[in-house]
């Protein structure tokens, strides 16, 4: 078997799945969809996730989809890797992670960077927008609160939760926001600059064509 299959956009989302696997040491092998072309809508893809977003993961016939499932996935299939945090707290803590970013981060950064999802009238648009950015700010700033004690998210060790981390520092960081990141989310940053230092980061940057954190 040659591994499981990744269908990613670059810079999505399924970035943090990316690093996962490449973190994972595992064969696996990556399929890169273009989102602005469409390619999540048409057929072959929507064949593979009906939902028409990335990431997916597929395994044979198994298909799975949604990062925060895909991150647990991958770290408990590689148990080697310690991706997943061992005691019971460590895991409790690692998956309030995965919640906290998945339902405030993700569907806040979508309403900036897809109002239509939202609302029909576009002159509606800009004020969607605009809340979106402020409210982006401030689940940033409750983010760097709790990263204000320095390392990993977790007990001070590495785990997938990182990598979901780096994802959204990177929108924040991106066009979309164009937050002074290391202004205003200072151990933010040095987690971003942290997880560029390593291997597995900088061969997905590479692969998905992203500049590293600086
Ligand atoms: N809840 C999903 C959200 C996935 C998602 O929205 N992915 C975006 C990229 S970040 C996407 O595929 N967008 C394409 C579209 O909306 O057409 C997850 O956390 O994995």
Redesign the pocket.
Known sequence: MTGPTLYY?P????LA?HIALEEAGAPYETVR?N?QA?D??GAAYLAINE?????ALVEGAWVL??????LRHVARAHPDAGLWPENLRGQAIADEWLCWL?TNH??T??HI??PG?YATDEDAFPGIQAKALDTYGDLCTMTEVRLSNGGWAVDGRYSVVDPYLL?FWTWAHGPACRFDMGERFPAWTAHARAMAERPAVRTVFAREGLDLPA
Do not use: D, K, M
Not at 11 to 14: D, I, K, N, V
Not at 65 to 70: K, Y
């Open positions: 956009a810079g999505a989302c399924s799945s969809l989102l469409g999540q809508r939902r028409g977003r990335v990431p989809t949604e990062n925060s499932a895909i998945s993700h569907p950064y979508a960077r897809r999802r994802t």
